[in-house]
């Protein structure tokens, strides 16, 4: 089992305790990867923005990458997953389009045929590795922690250019995975909803609020943390938790936000400073006492 | 086909408990729609419940709901497609609108807010004789926003118009997108630079697709606020943080293939906004603690000049 493996910038930049988690999991699995260490930036939408063509251009380039390894890329992050399968959708469904991409790439040797399919790591463990095979790798039982699931907003739109259609299940994979460890998910209604991270430095009021309000009802529905594939969400509700609840709710901040993989080395008996819990700004430690 | 529908009830006439789930059970035929059922339980089981439809045909956007906590229009969603036999369906009202009585909201905000962007042609000189001529190839790239049936869903699931409600939202900038293409109106500029606007304009839009997932109709109104914001960056409105923002990513990604995150949060404050750039210390103190500090000098793309070549063959292209 190999893969065109694709961390992205938030796990090389603001979050490592995500590469190192991600790192550990997948060795215990003996899962192979290669780094695509030319690929840029999706542009994470952002790029998109302003200059639409350049971030299909990265993207696709990546994409080529791939296909020239005959692997398929694996992704750590909601945000890298959505806008790199947007791309793909999109040119896999406007060959025009496609050539237009292929002829800015071509000089570098690169042609990008279609062939290449995209996967984030929890869709990995759920289709490809199989929760059975996953679940023989654990040691521990987490029993005692009950989970809130968080998507982000990438993960589950556009569902066409997701594979939605093909798959629906997969808007069920991360609760699968919080109980293939023996925790509980909780039935939590904003897990599909947005975490504020992309108006955080446009309008900090909102995204504050949103935060709040997510982390908040997630507390108030019982869960001990949240449990998210997507570094960007982890930043913002960890990161600004503390003042968006005293802002907002006038509480403070106390829902842990854990990187799935973190989850998962937990179950597996990895050791603590390769799960990097010790790098959040929201104390983790009753989550430790629980394991 | 048996069927099990909870319906979130509320009446304003009511002084105690005037909120409550009921639930309603029934034997349907499994073609039949929400509404089907809706219309059911209102004619054969519950005279009191409320609800708003007309066309049964997904064409005049009354019937707008949550079905299982996501905005419908209930005449286009089939309930074999959402639950099994004898499964339990949750049918709502539309979000981030007051609720009149069960499953009727009131809908003035949204045509307040379709009202704010001037939603009518505004030419500067009418033609000297005849009607207005717009080539079709224009008028295609208007289809998406024309398809519009003023349903409300988009209004109902956006995450930005639960924490503010001064944002102008979805359905009124996808219309006002409507005007700023159309080839016969003048007020392009005036139009972008109010759209523009720090409080409730296209850059308060978070990107979360809500919209776009839940529109009946593939207006895809998120889509269209990105194309008013390139449009808007074109005509030089620039005095934003969403603007510095997607400006500073795209000189970040340029430069070094990758997001350089310092450099995003310090230029996304405004490199001069001292109160911002204050207040991402403690934020920034805490991270460098706890040792999730971006680098200070980014990591970069291997090779990343093939990305800088890129971005000056596109440019040129233009």
């Not at chain 2, 000098?297 to 090779?303: C, L, N, S, T, V």
Request: glycine letters at 8%.
């Amino acid at each position: 089992m190999k893969y065109a493996f694709y961390p992205g910038c938030v796990a090389r930049g603001g979050t490592p305790e995500l590469l190192s988690s991600s790192m550990a999991v997948l060795k215990e699995l003996d899962i192979e990867i290669e780094e695509l260490t030319k690929a840029g930036c999706t542009g994470a939408g952002v790029l998109q923005e302003k200059n639409p063509l350049l971030g299909d251009t990265i993207n696709v380039r990546t994409l080529a990458m791939a296909e020239e390894k005959n692997l398929n890329i694996m992704t750590l992050c909601s945000t890298c997953q959505g806008v790199l399968s947007q791309a793909n959708h999109k040119v896999k469904n406007d060959p025009e389009y496609l050539a237009k991409i292929n002829d800015l790439i071509k000089e570098e040797g690169y042609e990008y045929k279609g062939t290449t399919d995209v996967k984030h790591l929890l869709w990995i463990l759920v289709e490809d590795y199989g929760l059975d095979n996953l679940k023989s790798h654990f040691v521990k039982e987490l029993s005692d922690l009950k989970f809130a699931p968080f998507y982000g907003c990438y993960m589950v739109r556009p569902s066409e250019a997701l594979g939605f259609d093909e798959r629906p299940e997969r808007q069920n994979y991360l609760e699968q995975v919080i109980e293939s460890v023996g925790a509980t998910a909780i039935d939590f209604p904003g897990k599909f909803s947005c975490c504020g991270f992309p108006v955080l430095f446009i309008n900090q009021k909102n995204s504050l609020k949103m935060v709040s309000n997510q982390t908040g009802s997630a507390k108030d529905l019982g869960a001990d943390a949240m449990v998210t594939p997507c570094p960007l969400c982890h930043l913002n509700l960890d990161g600004y938790q503390g003042k968006a609840r005293s802002n907002n709710r006038g509480d403070k901040a106390d829902l842990p936000i854990i990187h799935m993989p973190q989850m998962i080395a937990l179950a597996m008996g990895i050791e603590t400073k390769d799960i990097g819990l010790g790098r959040h700004i929201v104390n983790t430690k009753e989550i430790l006492n629980k394991v | 086909m048996k069927v099990s529908i909870d319906v979130k009830r509320f009446d304003p006439e009511k002084l105690n408990e005037n909120n409550w789930v009921q639930n309603y059970k029934m034997d349907i035929h499994p073609s039949s729609t929400v509404l089907d059922a809706l219309i059911h339980i209102r004619e054969e089981i519950d005279g009191t419940l409320g609800l708003r439809c007309a066309c049964r045909a997904s064409i005049c956007g009354s019937c707008g709901m949550r079905v299982d906590g996501k905005a419908k229009l209930v005449c286009k969603t089939r309930i074999e497609e959402l639950v099994d036999e004898g499964e339990t369906l949750l049918v709502e009202p539309m979000g981030n609108q007051p609720v009149i009585k069960d499953l009727i909201v009131d809908i003035s905000a949204f045509f307040a807010k379709m009202t704010q962007v001037s939603p009518f042609l505004q030419p500067d000189e009418l033609p000297e004789q005849g009607e207005f001529i717009a080539s079709n190839e224009s008028m295609e790239k208007l289809l998406t926003e024309m398809n519009c049936i003023m349903c409300g869903l988009c209004v109902s699931d956006c995450t930005i118009l639960e924490v503010d409600n001064t944002f102008i939202g979805p359905a009124a900038l996808a219309k006002a997108s409507r005007f700023v293409y159309d080839p016969r109106d003048d007020q392009t500029e005036e139009r972008l630079n109010f759209l523009n606007d720090e409080q409730g304009g296209i850059w308060d839009c978070t990107r979360c697709m809500q919209c776009v997932e839940v529109c009946p109709k593939g207006v895809s109104p998120m889509d269209r606020i990105m194309d008013l914001r390139e449009t808007a960056i074109e005509i030089g409105a620039k005095k934003t943080h969403g603007y510095d923002h997607t400006n500073s990513f795209e000189k970040s990604v340029t430069a070094h293939g990758r997001l350089d995150e310092s450099r995003l949060a310090f230029e996304s404050a405004g490199i001069f906004n001292i109160p911002r750039l204050l207040d991402l210390i403690p934020v920034g103190l805490r991270a460098l603690i706890k040792g999730k500090l971006p680098p200070i000098f980014p990591h970069k793309a291997e090779d990343n000049k093939k990305i800088k070549e890129l971005a000056k063959k596109i440019k040129e292209m233009e």
